[in-house]
């Protein structure tokens, strides 16, 4: 399945690559910017992006 690049919260000039199937739960953060995505694996990453946007540009992926 192809991933997708995000911005990271606390370091713009990072990115993680992610993929729906690895995502387990995407909690909005307080300032509606970012989000906390949550991996199946137990990994979580504060990234740039509303729930949202974060699922649209999931699932514009090609599979």
């Known amino acids: ?3 997708a690049k995000f911005k990271l919260k606390d ?3 990072l990115d993680v690559q ?3 199937d690895e995502i387990e739960e ?3 953060d307080a300032d509606m910017r970012f989000s906390l995505v949550i991996l199946r694996n137990g ?3 504060f990234v740039e992006g509303t729930e ?3 699922r649209d540009t999931l ?3 090609p599979s």
């Open 11 to 13: 370091d713009d000039s």
């Open 1 to 3: 399945m192809s991933k």
């Open 52 to 54: 949202q946007q974060i």
């Open 59 to 61: 699932s514009g992926l």
């Open 43 to 45: 990994e979580k990453h």
């Open 26 to 28: 995407i909690v909005p």
């Open 18 to 20: 992610l993929s729906g």
